[in-house]
C-alpha cells in the first residue's frame, strides 16, 4: 500500500520569555512652569502685601454690617414700639415722632410728666401736635399723657393732662 504522506508546515513566531518583553516607555508628566518668579526677599513683601488687602477688604465688610445693623434695627424698634402704643391709644399719622428712652428716672422726678416713669420707659413726642407720650414697654402700659411745648430740641416743658 502506497502511503502518501503530507507534510502541512505550521509557522509559529517565536515568543519571547515573559521577563523580557518590552514595556511601553513610561510617559513622564511635566508640569507647567510658573511664569512669575517669587524670590526670597521678595516673599515676605508679597504676604504682607496679600494680608493688607485681606484685612481693608474685612475691614470694609464690618463697617457696612454695623451700619445695616444700627440703621434697620433702629428703625424696627421705633416702628414696632409705635405699633404696639397704637393698640392702646390713637397716634398721630401725618408726623413722625422722636422717641426718647429714660436712663435715669430719679433725675427728672420733679417734672410733673415724669413723676411716675421708671428706667426704660419711653418718651414719644410729637412737635407738631404738641403732645408727648410716657410708654413703659415691660408692662405695654401708657403712663402718663401730656400737652409739650418743645424748645430748641433739648428740653422738654409739659402743661400736665
Do not use: C
Amino acid at each position: 500500500m502506497p502511503t502518501t504522506s503530507s507534510t502541512t508546515r505550521t509557522y509559529i513566531t517565536p515568543s519571547l520569555a515573559p521577563d523580557k518583553v518590552p514595556k511601553p516607555p513610561k510617559k513622564s508628566l511635566k508640569l507647567p512652569t510658573p511664569s512669575v518668579h517669587v524670590t526670597k526677599k521678595q516673599l515676605p513683601w508679597l504676604i504682607t502685601a496679600v494680608l493688607v488687602i485681606i484685612s481693608v477688604f474685612m475691614f470694609i465688610q464690618y463697617r457696612q454690617a454695623q451700619n445695616k445693623l444700627q440703621g434697620g434695627s433702629q428703625n424696627a424698634r421705633v416702628s414696632g414700639l409705635l405699633k404696639d402704643v397704637s393698640r392702646v391709644i390713637i397716634l398721630p399719622t401725618n408726623e413722625t415722632p422722636t422717641v426718647a428712652t429714660v436712663t435715669n428716672a430719679a433725675k427728672l422726678a420733679n417734672q410733673s410728666f415724669f413723676k411716675k416713669a421708671q428706667d426704660g420707659d419711653k418718651v414719644i413726642v410729637y412737635s407738631g401736635q404738641k403732645e408727648a407720650i410716657l410708654y413703659r414697654p415691660s408692662t405695654k402700659q401708657i403712663v402718663t399723657v401730656s400737652t409739650v411745648s418743645v424748645s430748641d430740641g433739648s428740653s422738654l416743658q409739659s402743661s400736665g393732662r
